[in-house]
């Protein structure tokens, strides 16, 4: 069913006394002084259409002095009829065109009418966000866009953190010097040093009191040389134990540089330090490498997320070729809609009104004045194009634009 506006009849609605319009043409031109009430001739067409929406925006919609209100649209195929009274809420009724009535009239306007009260310049006023949001809702995109969005901002998020994680280890690592590969593995022990030391001072004292045995030994076998006479026994034996206590002195160690000992332990604590600053550079350096590898990780899952987005929306059927969306707005051929040219602007919005109402080929425009001529033609090839009926309110002092609209009714 396509359907467009054959006559619109509209009696005490708003500041209208009695407005008759029979429309030729794909663009209808209601035009007037200000304060003639003209934009209640569009305000009319919608609140015959649009039921709550259009009552909830006009809480007057009958005439000073009157009871009641119609506003009749002959549709072609249906005919469509509102009534306010003062006393009820009024009554709504479609039939067809042979006078059969619609059990359900409001749901039948429903599915005629698009998501977007049919205001083709709606959606140029619309911010960005509300934009996408508009776009979102006319196609059938095979991803929830606010769910991926979230995954994105949960990984940029965490990408983010783990970056400054990474910053902060690099500044740590700058800090130490670099690996010294002669420094040994762990730190050692200032008591460990001083037992060394005192072991190796035994040793010494050790070897100290058998050289001091031997040299008593040297003496009793001189002695015992000059007394050979006496005690050639005594010699005898002196002498084995002489050579017994070369032979001891033979196996032990060389004596110990204690001096050597000492010098260590008084650089101890610099090794340490610097022993110290090598494990923490290490740890620091595995702790950064670690951070490194989880951002190039959630950079890949980004680019993931990216690349699903983009393969997704290249799939989707936009009403408008080129037209997309990204996180920062909708988009016309890559670049943002709100930087293309108030015609191109123009030519999408107009085009998203007509797709979201392809069975009630109408939209109006309010504010029409604002429009100059380019976009007046765009709107009259677009309209033309596509067998759409574009009803626009313009102020005109003259007369000769459209249909003029005096103190309420058409003028004559």
């Given at each position: 069913?396509?359907?467009?506006?054959?006559?619109?009849?509209?009696?005490?609605?708003?500041?209208?006394?009695?407005?008759?319009?029979?429309?030729?043409?794909?663009?209808?031109?209601?035009a007037g002084r200000n304060a003639q009430v003209k934009s209640s001739v569009l305000d009319a067409l919608w609140a015959a259409l649009a039921g709550g929406d259009a009552s909830r925006a006009t809480q007057q919609p009958i005439r000073d002095g009157q009871d009641t209100a119609v506003v009749r649209l002959?549709?072609?195929?249906?005919?469509?009829?509102?009534?306010?009274?003062?006393?009820?809420?009024?009554?709504?009724?479609?039939?067809?065109?042979?006078?059969?009535?619609?059990?359900?009239?409001?749901?039948?306007?429903?599915?005629?009418?698009?998501?977007?009260?049919?205001?083709?310049?709606?959606?140029?006023?619309?911010?960005?966000?509300?934009?996408?949001?508009?776009?979102?809702?006319?196609?059938?995109?095979?991803?929830?866009?606010?769910?991926?969005e979230r995954q994105r901002k949960g990984v940029y998020d965490q990408r983010t953190e783990v970056g400054r994680d990474v910053v902060r280890l690099e500044a740590q690592l700058a800090a130490y010097a670099a690996p010294d590969?002669?420094?040994?593995?762990?730190?050692?022990?200032?008591?460990?040093?001083?037992?060394?030391?005192?072991?190796?001072?035994?040793?010494?004292?050790?070897?100290?009191?058998?050289?001091?045995?031997?040299?008593?030994?040297?003496?009793?076998?001189?002695?015992?040389?000059?007394?050979?006479?006496?005690?050639?026994?005594?010699?005898?034996?002196?002498?084995?134990?002489?050579?017994?206590?070369?032979?001891?002195?033979?196996?032990?160690?060389?004596?110990?540089?204690?001096?050597?000992?000492?010098?260590?332990?008084?650089?101890?604590?610099?090794?340490?330090?610097?022993?110290?600053?090598?494990?923490?550079?290490?740890?620091?350096?595995?702790?950064?490498?670690?951070?490194?590898?989880?951002?190039?990780?959630?950079?890949?899952?980004?680019?993931?997320?990216?690349?699903?987005?983009?393969?997704?929306?290249?799939?989707?059927?936009?009403?408008?070729?080129?037209?997309?969306?990204?996180?920062?707005?909708?988009?016309?051929?890559?670049?943002?809609?709100?930087?293309?040219?108030?015609?191109?602007?123009?030519?999408?919005?107009?085009?998203?009104?007509?797709?979201?109402?392809?069975?009630?080929?109408?939209?109006?425009?309010?504010?029409?004045?604002?429009?100059?001529?380019?976009?007046?033609?765009?709107?009259?090839?677009?309209?033309?194009?596509?067998?759409?009926?574009?009803?626009?309110?313009?102020?005109?002092?003259?007369?000769?634009?459209?249909?003029?609209?005096?103190?309420?009714?058409?003028?004559?």
């Amino acid at each position: 069913m396509s359907l467009r506006v054959l006559s619109l009849r509209a009696e005490n609605y708003k500041r209208l006394v009695v407005v008759d319009i029979s429309p030729t043409g794909n663009v209808v031109t209601i035009a007037g002084r200000n304060a003639q009430v003209k934009s209640s001739v569009l305000d009319a067409l919608w609140a015959a259409l649009a039921g709550g929406d259009a009552s909830r925006a006009t809480q007057q919609p009958i005439r000073d002095g009157q009871d009641t209100a119609v506003v009749r649209l002959d549709l072609g195929d249906l005919i469509v009829t509102r009534r306010w009274t003062k006393d009820d809420a009024g009554t709504l009724t479609v039939e067809s065109a042979d006078g059969a009535r619609y059990s359900s009239p409001q749901k039948v306007l429903d599915e005629l009418l698009g998501r977007r009260a049919f205001d083709p310049l709606a959606f140029v006023r619309q911010s960005a966000k509300d934009q996408v949001a508009t776009l979102v809702s006319m196609v059938e995109l095979p991803f929830d866009p606010d769910d991926l969005e979230r995954q994105r901002k949960g990984v940029y998020d965490q990408r983010t953190e783990v970056g400054r994680d990474v910053v902060r280890l690099e500044a740590q690592l700058a800090a130490y010097a670099a690996p010294d590969p002669t420094l040994p593995a762990e730190e050692s022990s200032a008591a460990d040093l001083l037992a060394e030391a005192d072991a190796a001072r035994a040793v010494n004292a050790e070897i100290d009191r058998e050289i001091d045995i031997l040299a008593a030994k040297d003496t009793i076998a001189e002695k015992a040389r000059e007394a050979l006479a006496l005690a050639q026994a005594a010699v005898e034996r002196a002498e084995f134990e002489q050579e017994a206590q070369r032979k001891l002195l033979a196996t032990l160690p060389e004596r110990a540089d204690v001096a050597a000992i000492t010098d260590r332990l008084s650089g101890l604590e610099d090794l340490n330090r610097r022993i110290r600053d090598q494990k923490h550079r290490a740890a620091v350096a595995d702790e950064l490498a670690d951070r490194k590898e989880a951002r190039a990780k959630l950079t890949i899952r980004l680019d993931e997320i990216e690349k699903q987005k983009a393969d997704a929306l290249a799939a989707v059927q936009f009403p408008v070729p080129g037209l997309s969306f990204d996180d920062a707005g909708v988009t016309l051929n890559g670049i943002p809609l709100g930087q293309a040219s108030s015609a191109e602007q123009l030519r999408v919005s107009v085009a998203l009104a007509m797709a979201a109402n392809p069975k009630l080929r109408v939209l109006r425009i309010m504010d029409g004045s604002l429009l100059d001529q380019e976009s007046m033609a765009i709107i009259s090839e677009l309209a033309a194009a596509n067998d759409y009926q574009v009803w626009v309110e313009v102020v005109d002092e003259s007369g000769k634009v459209g249909i003029t609209i005096e103190d309420g009714q058409v003028a004559r």
